[in-house]
């Protein structure tokens, strides 16, 4: 079984700066798929970015990025100049390649961009 | 495009009782499925759909959690009796099908059993 550890359960930063939230996970699966999902405050989930196991390069989404370190079973997000709009839940979620759409989710981290 | 539907949005009822949720995905997914979000958690998967079939029903309490989806289409998510412990959002998404791994996600359904 999968597990994704989110170990930062809330964070505050102010507005135009750098946030990065971390995400580990535990699997024996070689191929498989990342991904950060947002969920703002009464609103729907939404896909933010995604990675593909097999691909050494980081993914990259406009102001978003990921660190992913393979051996390391790390995956972080990475996004500049954070805005208010970004006040939201993150989760990391890992997907099996063999069973595309079986996501394993974490418990997300909170996070509140500040004014 | 219309997104993915769910009512009701909100729904309070007795332990024991019975509720039912409805889903409709984005025209042309394949793939449905459900998840059971409990605050202060990441969404769980109760069942996953492909057409009319189930892929994953692993974490389906199935003496009391039942669902269905007649014609490949909508879903009804049904909880009968109803726990305190089943208190929590549920959400509905879909894909266009196995192979396709973006998920889009409804507005779910916030339960709560008194």
């Known amino acids: 079984a999968q597990t994704v550890t989110q170990s930062q359960p809330e964070m505050s930063v102010q507005e135009a700066e750098t946030v990065t939230l971390s995400c580990t996970y535990d699997?024996?699966?070689?191929?498989?798929?990342l991904f950060w999902y947002k969920q703002p405050p009464s609103r729907q989930m939404i896909l933010v970015i995604r990675?593909?196991?097999?691909?050494?390069q980081n993914a990259t989404e406009n102001r978003f990025s990921v660190n992913f370190q393979k051996a390391a079973k790390s995956f972080s997000l990475k996004f500049s100049d954070s805005q208010l709009g970004d006040t939201a839940m993150y989760f990391c979620?890992?997907?099996?390649?063999?069973?595309?759409?079986?996501?394993?989710f974490g418990d997300g981290t909170t996070l509140t961009v500040k004014p | 495009e219309a997104g993915v539907a769910q009512s009701p949005r909100y729904k309070i009822i007795e332990k024991r009782q019975s509720v039912a949720f409805w889903c409709n995905p984005i025209?042309?997914?394949?793939?449905l499925y459900w998840y059971q979000q409990i605050l202060g958690q990441g969404p769980k998967l109760l069942i996953q759909?492909?057409?009319?079939?189930?892929?994953?029903d692993s974490q389906l309490p199935k003496d009391r959690f039942s669902a269905e989806r007649l014609k490949g289409v909508d879903s009804t998510l049904k909880i009968q009796p109803a726990k305190l412990e089943d208190s929590a959002v549920y959400l509905c998404?879909?894909?266009?099908?196995?192979?396709?791994?973006?998920?889009?996600f409804g507005p779910g359904t916030r339960l709560t059993v008194t």
């Open positions: 759909f492909q057409n009319n079939g189930v892929v994953d």
């Open positions: 025209s042309g997914h394949a793939t």
């Open positions: 990675q593909e196991a097999y691909k050494q």
């Open positions: 998404a879909s894909s266009q099908g196995l192979a396709y791994y973006e998920q889009y």
């Open positions: 979620a890992f997907m099996r390649a063999t069973n595309a759409g079986k996501s394993t």
């Open positions: 699997t024996s699966e070689s191929n498989y798929y």
